[in-house]
């Protein structure tokens, strides 16, 4: 029978596997399965240890001496929290800089309750998405995380039944342990030396180390694809996975040996390969269980405003404000403008990476109205 065996991880689950129309099965033999599966009369018992999918190959033989085998699939789920959103990622999603008492180190994931996967929760609560007193949401999202950091660095923020003593798991241990409805992702700048872009270019200080920039996609590809192939195989969850918006500037600041329209073009390009490789990625797996969303096309034309403050503080060496300044953007001032701001920006003045509200609107609206036509196609996600 081609029906999965689905059972809750530390419970167990007894299922009939095959039928026979002119006899009954005498004999279940398992060839190759995993720990926790065993015979049960004439059917499969199942108790995952942990959330996993796996296939068992079964040997079945009838009273009539006949023997046919065939696949099982498994599933071990935790129960979870079937109608919750749990947002993944770096400072983006997690609302960095929409707070400004973050600036003072109270949050070093600098998360925000206005940030855009809290917005988009909000709206789909509203629109009757989740049934009524049943949406949950939990912000994983932390500044700073590389693709990596989702399943090697320990945050908070998770699901308060699920929390250990240390208070602390992985983003995607707190995401299997959920078992939620929806995973937002947002993640790879960080990866690509998007903080710090001088360290992209070679000595000359105005090429860019495309080498170095080919090893930094690799691991982007490689861990993404990782993390995706976990949740997929580990919860029931629909995957929602974002590429960036570009935050550079018509006319940026760039770096001092790679200025305006210099440092732009290298900018342009590091993002375009991030996002490239996000895509890539993303459309690689099954479309109902793993939707691309664009961010960067319909930011084009907003990116960075004039930074906030005087340019020379926010570069440093301009005493102690200039260089309490600048230890907070001085490794992201070169995509601010230089000059006078070109055009509407949705960027951030402070910081002229992460989105300002307007921003954060716009990032809400697309991603919400990705999931409202994903759920138009397929009602049951």
């Known amino acids: 029978l081609p029906t999965p065996i689905r059972a809750t991880v530390g419970d167990s689950t007894s299922q009939v596997i095959a039928t026979d129309v002119d006899s009954s099965i005498a004999e279940i033999r398992i060839v190759d399965g995993p720990e926790g599966l065993t015979v049960d009369g004439d059917q499969l018992r199942y108790v995952p240890l942990t959330a996993q ?122 995401t299997v342990r ?81 200025r305006r329209e210099c440092f732009k073009v290298k900018a342009d390009e590091v993002l375009g390969r991030m996002n490239d490789v996000i895509e890539h990625v993303a459309v690689g797996f099954d479309p109902d269980r793993v939707v691309f969303v664009d961010f960067e096309t319909p930011f084009v034309g907003k990116g960075a405003p004039n930074g906030l403050g005087p340019d020379g503080f926010r570069e440093g060496g301009f005493g102690v404000i200039g260089d309490l300044l600048a230890g907070q953007v001085e490794d992201v001032h070169p995509y601010c403008a230089r000059g006078e701001t070109v055009g509407a920006s949705w960027v951030s003045a402070v910081d002229c990476v992460h989105p300002d509200e307007r921003g954060t609107a716009e990032l809400a609206a697309i991603l919400v109205n990705a999931i409202r036509s994903h759920l138009a196609a397929n009602p049951s996600a």
């Open 53 to 174: 999918s796996e296939v068992a190959r079964v040997e079945v033989t009838d009273t009539q001496g006949l023997t046919t085998s065939g696949d099982v699939t498994l599933l071990g789920r935790f129960p979870g929290h079937p109608q919750a959103l749990v947002a993944m990622g770096d400072s983006v999603p997690a609302g960095h800089g929409l707070d400004l008492l973050d600036y003072l180190g109270g949050d070093l994931c600098w998360r925000s309750s206005n940030s855009f996967p809290r917005r988009v929760f909000d709206m789909l609560n509203a629109e009757g998405v989740f049934p009524a007193g049943q949406g949950e949401f939990a912000l994983l999202a932390c500044s700073g995380a590389d693709v990596d950091d989702l399943y090697e660095r320990e945050v908070s923020g998770g699901f308060s039944d699920i929390t250990p003593a240390s208070g602390t798991r992985s983003q995607l241990d707190w």
């Open 178 to 258: 959920s078992n939620p409805r929806f995973v937002t992702i947002t993640i790879g700048a960080n990866d690509t030396g998007f903080v710090g872009p001088d360290q992209l270019f070679l000595d000359d200080g105005v090429t860019l180390d495309r080498p170095q920039v080919d090893r930094r996609m690799a691991v982007i590809e490689a861990d993404l694809t990782f993390v995706l192939d976990e949740i997929l195989a580990k919860t029931d969850a629909t995957i929602f996975i974002t590429n960036y918006y570009n935050p550079t500037a018509e006319s940026p600041q760039g770096i001092p040996t790679c």
